[in-house]
């Protein structure tokens, strides 16, 4: 840095001689002023020569300037790829490489990298006018649109979305969209001619009609109708908003389903933006529409509009009320006008009843598609949530829809989603009770099992009074051969909340726990019940020594592997356990657990987690002893000093346990015999 901003200073100097010593001492490296490579030779020299320019020329007071530019131009153009990025940092540009560049560009068959490299130096140099103004650059790489290549022609595009600003003549611009918009029809390309596109609007809002026209009139052309609907969308949202009013009222009216269809989502765009009163009077004009087109845009945004113009609640309630009654609507429209509905309510609260009234009739309704019926079964259990009142009538209604012999299989399997989520926000004996039946049902879609499994766990975890019932349920459907892995698994996880519910079932609840490890032999089963135990324990910690007992010879699994479920549990117990005379118990298991995973990255939360709770109990039995020598912690440490796992952290923990022998007065027996074990 300091030696480009000497150049310039150089430069701009009249002293031939002061120029010379410069040069010749970093060309020659007088005195070995600096020691370089090659490579970073040739960088620093295209540095400083980009610094030595007068009137956009190469100074020729520089000393062997011929012979200095020869050296870099050489090394350069050997492999321009591997120095595009310093030809671009430097701003060095030769006649060589200027050369050498323009043919790259000029090659009809080109190599994808060469040609890659060529723009993205004639584009990296654009804002510095290395390459001359950004509108040469940019009238220079829309003449390369003319290429074949359609990867290429996305590079040129991808180059000419990123430098497009206001600095580029206007005209170029206007002139540049004759090549750029027949583009459209190739998937490739359109996601950077969609930005041009926009940018080009933004720049100059007087040609968004112009490049409107132009997208429009490829629809003669090519048949990706949905691609031209998509970018006059796309036109239509960076207009100006009265201009984007004004010509989408204008397309609104005309035949084509697409330009309907653009007009449509242009308007609804534009509402978001412009006073509410303006707003209502578009948005009532689009609810009384006939167009399919046009009811497609409505009912996908109605509802957003909604929320910024809640007064139209009730007319757009309506409108998408009718639509799903429409027989001649199709299956996807009214799929998004239920699920507006849904949405309006939320705005609307008020609306709620009617709502739910109206779903009731469409999914008991034989004239109405299966399809239509199942997408209003999922969503009425939003409308009830919103509205507690009616949950009562809603899960009869559902569960007789459910018992319904004659009802559609999607409608049933909807319906009982419903139930299991309106059951999750609001549980009750009967939705309990119901559950229960279609979990432990052969017959039930297999897909939505796991869904009421979680909301038969919310129902526990919210009703106490249901702790019994629900104990004696899961250890049914655990214990249950046909049961599936992923359900038996979400129960056992859950199935402390019974203690939660009903501490009196905590030792029932630890028995079966420690009975399903020891008999069920997989792998999934042990690690969530052994899970279980410790959260078990820590709602009733009179457990501890048992669980601490059961779980310390767990730890250890096959090849001496830490078994990961045993570890942690067992640091939880230990962690509930009381901080007393008996607090030394789990030092040996967690000084083996410390030893397991010290050097395992993969394990390295469960070092920690042991090393936190090992320093814990250690401080507590160091200060404990000092105030009350207790030979029950020296019996102990004397007796499984062989057994300790001989690693830093088990010296550390006996020196300070010596520490406080030492510190509580005079030495007995027993302490001296520990302290010379110790050592």
């Not at 939660?500 to 690690?527: C, D, M």
């Not at 901080?579 to 397991?596: C, F, G, Q, R, V």
């Not at 022998?661 to 007995?668: A, M, Q």
Request: charged content about 25%; proline content about 4%.
């Amino acid at each position: 840095m300091t030696l480009k901003f000497l150049a310039g200073i150089v430069n701009n100097e009249n002293n031939q001689e002061l120029i010379e010593i410069f040069w010749e001492a970093v060309t020659c490296n007088v005195d070995s002023i600096l020691e370089l490579g090659i490579e970073r030779k040739i960088i620093l020299l295209m540095h400083l020569l980009a610094q030595s320019k007068i009137n956009g020329k190469f100074d020729n007071r520089i000393p062997n300037l011929t012979q200095i530019q020869n050296l870099i131009d050489d090394i350069v153009l050997k492999d321009i790829p591997i120095w595009e990025q310093h030809i671009i940092d430097s701003g060095y540009l030769s006649e060589v490489i200027v050369k050498t560049v323009n043919e790259k560009l000029q090659n009809k068959e080109a190599v994808f990298q060469e040609f890659k490299t060529a723009t993205e130096i004639i584009t990296g140099l654009a804002n510095r006018n290395e390459w001359g103004s950004k509108t040469k650059v940019y009238t220079r790489l829309i003449g390369l649109l003319k290429i074949k290549n359609k990867q290429l022609k996305e590079l040129v595009l991808q180059k000419l979305a990123q430098i497009l600003d206001e600095t580029i003549d206007q005209t170029v611009l206007q002139e540049s969209l004759k090549k750029i918009v027949p583009l459209l029809n190739k998937e490739i390309l359109n996601k950077y001619i969609k930005i041009i596109l926009a940018k080009i609007i933004t720049i100059v809002p007087d040609l968004g009609e112009e490049v409107l026209n132009q997208v429009y009139k490829l629809n003669n052309k090519f048949l990706n109708e949905t691609l031209i609907t998509s970018s006059l969308v796309k036109i239509l949202i960076v207009m100006p908003t009265q201009k984007a009013i004004t010509i989408s009222k204008k397309l609104l009216i005309k035949p084509n389903y697409e330009l309907k269809f653009a007009a449509a989502s242009g308007l609804f765009w534009a509402v978001k933006t412009i006073p509410t009163q303006e707003a209502i009077i578009i948005l009532k004009e689009l609810l009384v529409n006939p167009n399919s087109a046009v009811k497609h845009v409505i009912a996908n945004n109605l509802p957003k509009i909604i929320k910024l113009t809640p007064s139209l609640a009730r007319e757009a309630f309506i409108f998408l009320r009718e639509e799903i009654m429409n027989p001649n609507a199709g299956n996807n429209l009214k799929s998004v006008a239920t699920e507006g509905i849904v949405e309006i309510v939320e705005t609307s609260p008020n609306l709620a009843s009617e709502a739910f009234t109206f779903l009731k009739g469409v999914i008991t309704n034989s004239k109405i598609d299966p399809y239509t019926q199942s997408i209003a079964a999922q969503n009425i259990s939003k409308i009830v949530i919103m509205m507690p009142s009616l949950v009562p009538e809603a899960f009869n209604f559902l569960k007789e829809l459910f018992t319904n012999p004659k009802a559609n299989s999607d409608v049933k399997f909807e319906t009982t989603r419903s139930i299991a989520e309106i059951a999750k926000v609001m549980p009750t004996q009967g939705a309990f009770t119901f559950l229960k039946i279609v979990i432990i049902n052969p017959k039930t879609n297999q897909y939505i099992k796991p869904k009421v499994t979680r909301s038969i766990i919310e129902i526990v975890r919210k009703t106490s009074s249901l702790a019994e019932e629900a104990f004696v349920f899961l250890k049914l459907v655990i214990t249950n051969p046909y049961t599936g892995y992923n359900i038996r698994s979400e129960f056992i996880r859950n199935i402390a909340w019974v203690v939660k519910g009903a501490p009196s079932l905590a030792q029932q609840v630890f028995t079966f726990l420690r009975e399903i490890i020891t008999t069920h032999n997989t792998y999934n089963v042990e690690y969530e019940a052994t899970r279980s135990i410790a959260k078990v324990v820590k709602i009733k910690s009179n457990l501890t020594q048992k669980a601490f007992a059961f779980i310390k010879n767990r730890i250890i699994a096959h090849k001496d592997d830490i078994n990961y479920a045993a570890a942690i549990s067992l640091i939880e117990v230990a962690n509930v356990i009381p901080l007393n005379k008996a607090s030394y118990k789990p030092i040996n298991e967690l000084l083996t657990i410390i030893d397991l995973t010290k050097t395992k990255d993969h394990y390295k939360g469960l070092y920690l987690e042991a090393q936190t709770t090992l320093h814990k109990i250690t401080h507590h039995l160091t200060q404990e002893y000092e105030k009350g020598k207790n030979p029950e912690v020296i019996e102990w440490f004397t007796e499984s000093f062989n057994k300790l796992p001989n690693i830093s952290e088990t010296r550390i923990f006996l020196k300070e346990i010596c520490q406080s022998i030492l510190k509580s007065g005079v030495i007995n027996e027993l302490e001296s015999k520990f302290r010379r074990v110790c050592n």
